[in-house]
């Protein structure tokens, strides 16, 4: 796995509404290695996803499956338009695609700190997502799952649901550190007959053991609990 503190490679950009309006699972894919910044009394906060997650209109895992609410007016906007809503009693953050109701839940992340994101920046995400008994949590374990990532970096479904990014506030960089090779398995907390089966998951290798559940666990077998792809989606027939 790669150092907990990590250092920008170069001045990276944010990333432009059209980034998103693409299929949820190419977005998902290039969505790994992005680094998410939200600003929190005066610090950025970031972290790098390493987990992700793509839903579609017509499959039976997704919230929009559901049907048209209000509540779930984010998922049939253009792509580039925030999606949070309560998991478990914690926030959750997706991001629409193109494509009426499709998204990508962003399942966990890692801390990242460089020349905009310092060591300041880091101990304020440990202030907000203390541990159980109110220590600081370790980095490797602050952002991994979608409702420790939402407290890590103070997001709040009240605040963001339905918005768009905000440069001065919350936006997705591309630092130049995405991963050549992913695993694709499948997604979390899918109950059983809503199409639990299908392989839309995607979790950076290098941050396997730190995300929400580690694909490479014992037990687990290649080309059936798991597949090695490429980013373009291509199945690879071995490991890297």
């Not at 339905?162 to 050549?180: I, K, N």
Request: hydrophobic share 35%.
């Amino acid at each position: 796995m790669a150092s907990s503190i990590q250092a920008s490679r170069g001045a990276g950009k944010a990333l432009p509404d059209a980034f998103f309006d693409r299929d949820a699972r190419a977005l998902a894919r290039d969505l790994l290695g992005k680094v998410i910044r939200h600003r929190v009394d005066g610090l950025w906060l970031s972290a790098r996803i390493i987990e992700t997650e793509a839903y579609y209109l017509e499959e039976k895992g997704s919230h929009a499956s559901l049907g048209y609410t209000h509540k779930r007016r984010a998922l049939f906007m253009d792509g580039g338009v925030i999606y949070m809503y309560y998991a478990r009693g914690g926030d959750s953050l997706n991001f629409s695609a193109a494509g009426p109701g499709n998204a990508v839940l962003i399942k966990s992340a890692h801390p990242w700190t460089d020349a905009l994101s310092g060591p300041d920046a880091l101990a304020r995400m440990q202030q907000l997502n203390p541990d159980a008994h109110g220590q600081p949590r370790p980095p490797s374990r602050l952002c991994a799952g979608q409702t420790l990532l939402c407290r890590s970096l103070g997001l709040r479904v009240p605040e963001w649901d339905a918005r768009r990014f905000d440069p001065d506030a919350l936006y997705v960089e591309d630092v130049g550190d995405s991963p050549e090779v992913l695993i694709c398995t499948t997604r979390l907390g899918i109950p059983a007959g809503r199409d639990e089966h299908l392989h839309y998951r995607y979790v950076d290798p290098a941050y396997a053991t730190v995300c929400t559940r580690n694909p490479l666990r014992r037990g687990q077998r290649a080309g059936h609990d798991y597949v090695w792809v490429d980013r373009q989606g291509v199945a690879l027939p071995d490991a890297p």
